[in-house]
């Protein structure tokens, strides 16, 4: 081509080229790509205690097979987990720099089936289930007595969430100052529900005895003193603590979930963000009822679809037949089921 020079300059004539003039696309290696995936053997086990904006901190297990004490490390999600969802809780497998040093960051390269999981929707008619904890074995209810007054509604709710996610539900109530506790705690005597009194002038030794040994979770509305009772087992917790308004609402003091470690690592609290809402838009009535030792064989004999509520809902409902301790704990079923069968009616 006219224009066209060899090496040196000199010209080219017609289509005349030699190797100098080839050119290589880049990127189009010839070896193929492989499928296969690092084993990590070399990954450290751990426990999720906080997230915040695509990172994770974890805590890694000491020598003794635990969390308590460990090393802190900030960790990235890894590119093979895709969007696979990590939340307080988790127990996942990490590698990368485990120093814990500031700036340092590791990698989230599995995550452990998990033994119980507490979710819940936005509301009833929301289909997206969030996971608000994994693997807690406790499910702490805070409930104030007055200021603002107690609601048996979302109690209900969170008792469903707990039995449904396997951890066990314990009621606790706060503000024992402002009001008598023994009136609330009758109305879910016949669940068995374990109860306990931490308002600010109560002892604290039965609320520490409670959480020892166990991963517990703490949920409750905004302004009910969670953040007061988290303060006060956790003593270097410094989690805010707000006021309650006029209205009654209190303000958002927690604004993500926090694993926090007892004192002596004796166990370990996750204080979770004020809940205005609790939605089970994806339980289902069976899912609530089978988690009942005693009542779980009775509704084999209920007929296809029955929702468990009795007559006149269900008036071939099988629990109808059971009688003394199991016939009262149908009844205390029943009104959790309520806020079920709402949840699915929409």
């Given at each position: 081509m006219a224009g066209d020079r060899g090496p040196g300059g000199t010209p080219l004539s017609g289509?005349?080229?030699?190797?100098?003039?080839v050119r290589i696309r880049p990127g189009k290696g010839t070896r193929p790509r492989t499928k296969t995936r690092p084993s990590h053997?070399?990954?450290?086990e751990g426990m999720v205690v906080s997230v915040d904006r695509g990172r994770w901190g974890c805590v890694l297990d000491g020598p003794d097979g635990t969390s308590a004490g460990g090393i802190r490390v900030v960790c990235m999600r890894a590119r093979e987990l895709g969007r696979t969802p990590i939340v307080v809780g988790d127990r996942v497998s990490v590698v990368g720099d485990m120093t814990g040093t500031v700036d340092t960051l590791a990698r989230i390269v599995k995550v452990e089936k998990r033994s119980t999981v507490l979710r819940r929707t936005a509301d009833d008619t929301d289909p997206y289930e969030r996971v608000v904890v994994a693997n807690a074995s406790q499910l702490l209810i805070v409930t104030a007595l007055a200021d603002?007054?107690?609601?048996?509604?979302?109690?209900?709710?969170?008792?469903?969430?707990?039995?449904?996610?396997?951890?066990?539900?314990?009621?606790?109530?706060?503000?024992?100052?402002?009001?008598?506790?023994?009136?609330?705690?009758?109305?879910?005597?016949?669940?068995?529900?374990?109860?306990?009194?931490?308002?600010?002038?109560?002892?604290?030794?039965?609320?520490?005895?409670?959480?020892?040994?166990?991963?517990?979770?703490?949920?409750?509305?905004?302004?009910?003193?969670?953040?007061?009772?988290?303060?006060?087992?956790?003593?270097?917790?410094?989690?805010?603590v707000g006021v309650v308004s006029g209205v009654?609402?209190?303000?958002?003091?927690?604004?993500?979930?926090?694993?926090?470690?007892?004192?002596?690592?004796?166990?370990?609290?996750?204080?979770?963000?004020?809940?205005?809402?609790?939605?089970?838009?994806?339980?289902a009535p069976d899912d609530l009822v089978n988690t009942f030792v005693d009542l779980r064989d009775a509704i084999e004999d209920c007929p296809r679809g029955c929702t468990h509520l009795g007559p006149p809902t269900d008036p071939e409902?099988?629990?109808?037949?059971?009688?003394?301790?199991?016939?009262?704990?149908?009844?205390?079923?029943?009104?959790?089921?309520?806020?079920?069968?709402?949840?699915?009616?929409?």
């Open positions: 289509r005349q080229f030699d190797e100098s003039d053997d070399d990954a450290l603002p007054p107690p609601r048996t509604g979302f109690v209900e709710r969170a008792l469903v969430a707990a039995y449904v996610g396997g951890l066990q539900p314990i009621l606790c109530l706060t503000k024992s100052d402002l009001a008598d506790a023994d009136e609330f705690r009758a109305a879910f005597v016949d669940l068995e529900l374990p109860v306990l009194v931490a308002g600010r002038d109560d002892p604290l030794q039965p609320v520490l005895d409670t959480l020892t040994g166990h991963v517990s979770a703490l949920i409750g509305h905004s302004g009910v003193g969670k953040s007061t009772l988290v303060n006060r087992v956790v003593p270097d917790a410094y989690r805010a009654g609402k209190g303000r958002h003091t927690s604004t993500q979930s926090v694993a926090l470690e007892l004192p002596g690592g004796s166990g370990w609290v996750i204080d979770t963000p004020g809940i205005r809402s609790f939605g089970l838009a994806n339980v409902c099988a629990l109808d037949a059971l009688t003394g301790q199991a016939e009262r704990r149908v009844e205390a079923v029943r009104v959790l089921l309520h806020a079920v069968v709402h949840t699915e009616n929409g």
